[in-house]
């Protein structure tokens, strides 16, 4: 190693020995010592941070006298002066007096207090992550204030902040150090299955709520910022060991174990590099519900059985026993039936895994604060993704590599993100196909009713059974024939069958799918505020993005090589206080530009004001418009997805989806023809609604192209400081315009929808086919709600109570097609219990949260979610002669299993022990 650093320094002349040398200790109120303590020289650009024992040594070439500033989060700032060389200095800092002290840069991307954030804002830092009762620090954001996290799996967890909640967010955004976290060809963030170690994890940021106007079209209904630690404030060599029991009725008990290392140095004041690797590997939830989406409470007698997380029996048709027996009609007569499927648990791989490892060069090349950072990110994660279908997601791997320059009044930052889906395949198809593999349904449905005709009649004219008793057995019968040879799961015939399916990305035989989308993203920005004085905070900034889909035609349709596209746009925010520095006003406006839709123009304009003798009371109101280009996949999608086929609405795309269908006896002699081929353009221009033909009256639609949505918002909020109590509440108020949303059609094999005649007749034979399209509503969507939250000290005990209110407003009667997958409860109530010192180098942490029931709209399924319950706690001992944190906790303590989504395993308990050393 020393070799390696005299090498660094004398070939890239970094070396500077500092002429005066600072030594000493930070501690509490209580002598305890406060590790990853800033030490920042005033009015430079130069400082260190403590060690775990609080200790920290100072060089600079600054001559005495200079002051030196000493922060950490949930601490008073202090400044001591520096009179001479060698001084040692022994400093306490005293607990802030508020939450509300801390600082941000999210909110209006300048550092400024919580207190006088312009707009709502949660913050969850150092202090946070060590006393959470979350097996992760991802897990422990569901406890601020109107965050929620729906659980997908183990290791894939969704955030959202004010409805319309699904696991594929796309309305949310999550920036890890400035880079989107995005999926680029899934369209939504994979929680942190790929993102940072919480090693390296300084703070965490979430806006609630449209943030267009600073970040664009993403920032839609909120966003998460996830900054790291700088390899030169924070250095040494840390890691944590965690092994821990996950407890469900359906997967049983099982070990998961979780580890990471982070090792960071500074060579010099110019040099500095770090590297960071976890591990993660568990059982994720079982999902197992057999629950009969087409009859709920029947069970696999039924003839038309489909179950929720059984697959493969998707696939059905209308038997008319009678024509194909040439038997006058009402003889024996017809009946749904669906072919036999595959529980999710004979398709899907439950090992859960997560790896995570990045790499960060950073040079100050005049040692000031300029500094040049090298960054590469790394995921590879397996996993259990709940979209259209479950998704075996196996071996996926993401990859952020940026390039950034950036000092205290500007950056310039890019980045690619690309992705891989590795061995990922469509459990749905696997068993769609595993079935087809075996025997077609042409020929599966003929020896069912080749079974069930003689079957029936000869219960009735032998057995003298009822006609529903003989229809009972002449159903048992038929699919004993149908599945005679069927292949079992865990034999040779089946393994090697699923093997070929999986690796077959078309889905008319196979179920992989294949994604190696990316996007190329550049972005700027510079605060002129020193040029003119500091009169205002002035920030104008840009941004440009470039996707490149190839999914090669499993996905997309770019079956003919990837589909390029780009956006971009830019923006200015203007910042100033008046009134003795208690009124701030911030106005700010951002134009941006995709290329197949006009450009959009989003402001915001905020005031807040400080009350008070003691400036003790904020109030602020904010309006600001902002809106969401269709992702990727509204644009460009082509996908069966079994119980619909999904087809994207950009132009060039409804006609690059074609597909073959067969059509009925009853149709190919109104035709002559056996098939028929369908573009994707059909399920916007010649179709029927699909809430018509349940109703029993078809009606032709014509689903117009989506463009992109957009939003008004409005919020108030007030923040205080009383006494001993901080209180933050807000209320908004959402108006959105053009909100895109998902219809379904029908598409009939022959005719034209509207006709009367021949199309009708298609309809009745069951010659149609059911598309989901991707439009803008005509409806009036509204949302509307508020969060309070009350913070206070008992004594040395920390307690926090929050609630947040949830609605949507929208006319469903009158818009009965139009699913906007809110997907959120109106009430939740979580609360907080803790003491961090309550003996010497011991603490502890409760966190209780309720929700309220609600309904869940998704392309996978739809259904009620139940009232839940959930405790979780922690506690952790500190062992400061070995720099380590050991902790015991669990989450869902009550054992109450419960889940958040429709079709997802029960989430269980975790219990787990945990050892940090140098955290």
Do not use: C
Not at 552 to 569: R, S
Not at 593 to 599: I, R
């Amino acid at each position: 190693m020393k070799k390696l650093m005299f090498v660094s320094l004398m070939l890239l002349g970094l070396a500077t020995y500092g002429q005066t040398t600072v030594q000493g200790k930070v501690v509490d109120e209580n002598n305890e010592p406060i590790p990853g303590a800033n030490v920042i020289l005033v009015g430079k650009a130069e400082g260190t941070t403590t060690d775990f024992d609080g200790n920290f040594t100072f060089n600079t070439d600054e001559e005495p006298p200079f002051q030196l500033q000493f922060s950490s989060i949930g601490f008073s700032d202090f400044t001591a002066n520096v009179t001479s060389n060698n001084q040692t200095l022994t400093i306490t800092l005293s607990e802030a007096n508020t939450l509300l002290d801390e600082i941000v840069i999210s909110a209006s991307r300048t550092p400024e207090r919580i207190f006088e954030s312009p707009v709502s804002v949660e913050r969850f830092g150092l202090r946070e992550i060590k006393n959470t009762t979350a097996e992760s620090f991802y897990g422990g954001l569901q406890n601020l204030k109107g965050v929620d996290i729906n659980t997908n799996s183990l290791t894939f967890q969704s955030i959202n902040t004010r409805g319309f909640a699904t696991f594929a967010n796309n309305r949310f955004l999550q920036l890890v150090d400035g880079m989107d976290n995005t999926a680029p060809g899934l369209n939504f963030v994979l929680g942190n299955l790929v993102g940072m170690s919480e090693l390296d994890v300084q703070s965490v940021e979430i806006l609630p709520g449209a943030s267009s106007a600073l970040y664009g079209a993403g920032a839609f209904n909120g966003i998460l910022f996830m900054t790291s630690k700088n390899p030169f404030d924070f250095q040494g060599i840390s890691a944590y060991a965690k092994g821990g029991v996950t407890t469900q009725d359906a997967a049983g008990s099982n070990f998961y174990k979780d580890f990471g290392v982070r090792a960071a140095h500074a060579f010099s004041d110019k040099l500095a590099v770090k590297a960071n690797l976890s591990v993660l590997t568990g059982e994720d939830w079982h999902a197992n519900s057999r629950v009969d989406l087409n009859n709920p409470g029947a069970d696999r007698s039924n003839p038309a059985y489909d179950g929720l997380n059984v697959y493969g029996d998707e696939v059905s048709t209308t038997l008319d026993f009678d024509a194909a027996a040439g038997f006058p009609s009402g003889t024996v007569g017809s009946a749904t039936i669906s072919r036999t499927g595959y529980d999710e648990a004979d398709l899907a791989n439950y090992n859960a895994e997560s790896v995570k490892a990045d790499f960060a060069l950073h040079y100050r090349p005049f040692a000031d604060d300029l500094e040049v950072i090298l960054n590469s990110r790394i995921g590879r994660g397996t996993t259990i993704y709940q979209g259209a279908n479950r998704y075996a997601v196996a071996g996926f791997t993401m990859q952020q590599h940026r390039l950034e320059i950036k000092n205290d009044n500007f950056f310039v930052r890019g980045y690619i993100v690309s992705e891989n889906s590795g061995d990922a395949y469509d459990t749905r198809f696997a068993a769609i196909n595993i079935n087809r593999a075996w025997k077609s349904d042409t020929q599966w449905f003929t020896d069912y009713a080749g079974a069930y005709i003689p079957t029936y009649l000869g219960s009735i004219q032998g057995a003298g059974l009822s006609p529903e008793q003989a229809s009972e057995q002449a159903h048992i019968a038929g699919r004993q024939a149908a599945d005679q040879g069927r292949l079992i799961p865990g034999t040779a015939g089946f393994e090697s069958t699923f093997n070929k399916v999986t690796n077959d990305g078309d889905l008319t035989t196979g179920a992989k799918f294949i994604d190696k989308t990316k996007f190329r993203h550049v972005n700027g920005n510079y605060n002129i505020a020193h040029l003119i004085d500091d009169w205002a905070d002035i920030q104008i900034g840009g941004s440009f993005r470039e996707y490149e889909l190839n999914s090669q035609g499993t996905i997309f349709t770019d079956i003919d090589g990837p589909i390029k596209y780009n956006e971009y746009g830019a923006y200015l925010q203007v910042q100033k206080k008046f009134l003795d520095d208690r009124l701030k006003f911030t106005g700010s406006a951002r134009y941006d530009k995709n290329e197949f839709f006009d450009g959009f123009v989003s402001p915001r304009v905020s005031f807040a004001y400080t009350l008070g003798e003691e400036k003790n009371h904020n109030l602020r109101v904010s309006v600001q418009q902002g809106f969401r280009n269709p992702t990727t996949q509204e644009l460009f999608i082509g996908l069966n997805a079994g119980r619909a086929i999904l087809v994207g609405s950009a132009p060039a795309n409804l006609d690059r989806d074609v597909r073959t269908f067969n059509v009925s006896a009853s149709g190919q002699a109104l035709t002559g023809q056996s098939t028929v081929e369908i573009v994707g353009r059909a399920a916007y221009e010649n179709a029927y609604s699909t809430s018509s033909l349940q109703a029993g009256a078809p009606e032709a639609v014509n689903t117009p192209l989506v463009q992109p949505e957009e939003i008004t918002a409005f919020e108030a909020g007030y923040r205080a400081q009383v006494g001993r109590f901080t209180i933050d509440l807000s209320g908004y108020y959402n108006s959105y315009s053009n909100f895109l949303a998902n219809t379904t059609t029908a598409v009939p094999f022959y005719g034209e929808a509207g006709d009367g005649g021949l199309s009708l007749l298609a309809l009745q034979n069951g010659d149609y086919q059911i598309y989901q399209t991707y439009t803008n509503s005509e409806a009036d969507i509204n949302s509307y709600g508020g969060t309070v939250g009350v913070d206070t000290k008992l004594g040395n005990f920390d307690l926090g109570v929050n609630y947040t209110f949830a609605e949507l407003d929208i006319d469903e009667g009158k818009f009965p097609d139009v699913r906007t997958n809110f997907n959120t409860p109106k009430h939740k109530v979580k609360a907080s219990f803790g003491n961090a010192a309550l003996f010497k180098n011991f603490g502890f942490n409760v966190n209780y949260r309720w929700s309220d029931s609600y309904f869940w709209e998704a392309s996978f399924a739809d259904g009620d979610i139940p009232a839940y319950t959930v405790l979780d706690a922690q506690i952790n001992y500190s062992v400061p002669s070995i720099k380590s944190i050991f902790k015991l906790g669990g989450s869902n303590l009550l054992g109450d299993e419960y889940y958040t989504a429709i079709g997802t395993g029960f989430i269980g308990s975790i219990y787990y022990l945990s050892w940090t050393i140098n955290p």
